[in-house]
Every structure is written in structure tokens, then in C-alpha cells.
């Protein structure tokens, strides 16, 4: 995704109540940034992601999404 489309997002996501979706787009953007050798600016984002996803009560997963996220086993 471009650099442009993501800080779109971030701004549109940024005065909206949707959290983890603002969280989400910061840490693709973070990512980028860091991708692109702007050290700093990236810190400066995924920081503002790891706020964001704190707000809203997300943690990181460990080994994919808990199994009660996917569909349900058959039997």
C-alpha cells in the first residue's frame, strides 16, 4: 500500500472511534516508514499505534489468532 493512501487512513481513522483500525493503519505506515530507511518518523508512528491499540484494549497474539476466531471444527 502507498505511503499517500495509508497517512489518508490515519487521518480519516485518527477522528473516528474505530481504534484498532487507526492502530492497524499506523502500524502498516510504521512499517513502511522503516521499510524506507525513516528511522525515526517510524518509531515516532508505531509508538502512536501501540497507544492506540492500548486505548482499545488489543494485545499482541502469540502464534496466530486463538482458535476460537476461526471456524468451527467439525466434528
Do not use: F, W, Y
Not at 13 to 32: D, M, P, R, Y
Not at 39 to 53: C, H, Y
Amino acid at each position: 500500500m502507498s505511503p499517500d493512501l495509508l497517512t489518508k487512513a490515519v487521518d480519516l481513522l485518527g477522528g473516528s472511534t474505530a481504534k484498532l483500525a487507526l492502530a492497524e493503519a499506523l502500524t502498516e505506515l510504521g512499517t513502511l516508514q522503516a521499510r524506507h530507511g525513516r528511522s525515526e518518523k517510524a518509531v515516532a508512528t508505531l509508538l502512536q499505534a501501540m497507544r492506540s491499540s492500548d486505548h482499545c484494549g488489543a494485545r499482541p497474539s502469540r502464534g496466530g489468532p486463538p482458535r476460537s476466531c476461526g471456524p468451527p471444527a467439525r466434528a
